[in-house]
């Protein structure tokens, strides 16, 4: 994978882990639990996550040892394959433990963003 796409796939995750914190920002678990959509679009960013993680190269996740590749994998594997074994317990743990921390990581391996050509500071 070039290494243009394994940041396309990090920026993927990012986004998807800051859509989920953006959309339970001021929920509690007992809303979580009540909330049919809130909870389908948490489980399908959650999805989103593990599969741009599974498209990374073993060796891009290997030189980040740091994130729990096997876990937001299997998560992800979970909600799709085991819709009916997923426990809003676990899921709402993610968010409120794991997904900050998460963000936080990803946020330090995209690259930032080319100068914009057309964009001048002149005026």
């Given at each position: 994978?070039?290494?243009e796409r394994s940041a396309a796939?990090?920026?993927?995750?990012?986004?998807a882990a800051q859509t989920i914190l953006q959309y339970t920002a001021g929920k509690t678990r007992e809303m979580y639990e009540f909330d049919q959509f809130l909870r389908h679009?948490?489980?399908r960013n959650i999805e989103?996550?593990?599969?741009?993680?599974?498209?990374l190269p073993p060796a891009f996740r290997?030189?980040?040892?740091e994130l729990p590749w096997r876990a937001i994998m299997g998560t992800r594997h979970i909600l799709a394959h085991e819709y009916d074994a997923v426990d809003n317990d676990i899921?709402?743990?993610?968010?409120?433990?794991?997904?900050?921390?998460?963000?936080e990581r990803l946020r330090g391996m995209?690259?930032?963003?080319?100068?914009?050509?057309?964009?001048t500071d002149a005026g």
């Amino acid at each position: 994978m070039p290494l243009e796409r394994s940041a396309a796939a990090v920026a993927d995750m990012l986004n998807a882990a800051q859509t989920i914190l953006q959309y339970t920002a001021g929920k509690t678990r007992e809303m979580y639990e009540f909330d049919q959509f809130l909870r389908h679009a948490v489980e399908r960013n959650i999805e989103i996550i593990g599969e741009a993680a599974r498209r990374l190269p073993p060796a891009f996740r290997d030189a980040h040892p740091e994130l729990p590749w096997r876990a937001i994998m299997g998560t992800r594997h979970i909600l799709a394959h085991e819709y009916d074994a997923v426990d809003n317990d676990i899921i709402w743990r993610i968010i409120v433990e794991h997904l900050p921390a998460l963000v936080e990581r990803l946020r330090g391996m995209v690259p930032p963003a080319p100068p914009d050509p057309e964009r001048t500071d002149a005026g």
